[in-house]
C-alpha cells in the first residue's frame, strides 16, 4: 500500500483575470483554485485529466457548498488541502481548504461531491476497481484526522462563519 497524504496538497495561482471590480478574486474563481487544488488526489487516482483524454470517463462536480473568509488578491500563491470524506463506486465526497501560501490564512473552504461519468453515455458510472481500492485506503486513512464543523453543516440565519 502506498503512503496515504493527510490531506493531499495542490496549488493555485491568483491569475489577473480572475480579479473582479472589488480587486480582489472573484467569487466565482474560487471554484478554479479548488479545481486546481484536487488534481493531486485524482491524478493519483487515475482519475485525472489524462483519465479524461483518453475518453473512458471523467469526473463531474454536482454539488458544492464554499465559506469565503478572506479575500485574494492578484498573484496571491495558494495551497490546496484536499481530504476524503467518503465515497462509493460512483461518487467521491471531499472537503478542501484553500490558504493564502505566504501569509498561511485559511482564505476559503469547501465541500464537494463529484459523480464518475462515462463519457459515451454521459451518465453516472462505476469507478474503475484500482481508483475504488486507492479510495478506501485514503478514507480509511483520511478519517483519523479530518475534523471540521464545516462539513455538513447547515446554513440558515443563526449561521455564523468560524474557522473549524
Known sequence: MKIVPTPYLGQSVVKNEWIDANG??????????????SCTMFD?????????????????IMSSSLDYLQELLDGDELKI??????????????FQELFHAEKRFLAARAEFMFAHVCLKTRKASDMPEE????????????KLHLN????GREISLKWKP???
Open 81 to 94: 488541502s484536499t481530504w476524503l470524506i467518503t465515497f462509493d463506486k460512483r461518487r467521491v465526497h471531499i
Open 162 to 164: 468560524r474557522h473549524g
Open 24 to 37: 480582489h478574486m472573484n467569487v466565482g474563481h474560487y471554484l478554479s483554485a479548488f479545481d486546481d487544488g
Open 131 to 142: 481508483a475504488l481500492q486507492r479510495l478506501s485506503e485514503i478514507e480509511n486513512e483520511h
Open 44 to 60: 493519483e487516482l487515475g482519475l485525472g485529466w489524462d483519465y479524461t483524454e483518453e475518453g473512458k470517463g471523467t469526473i463531474f
Open 148 to 151: 471540521s464543523r464545516f462539513i
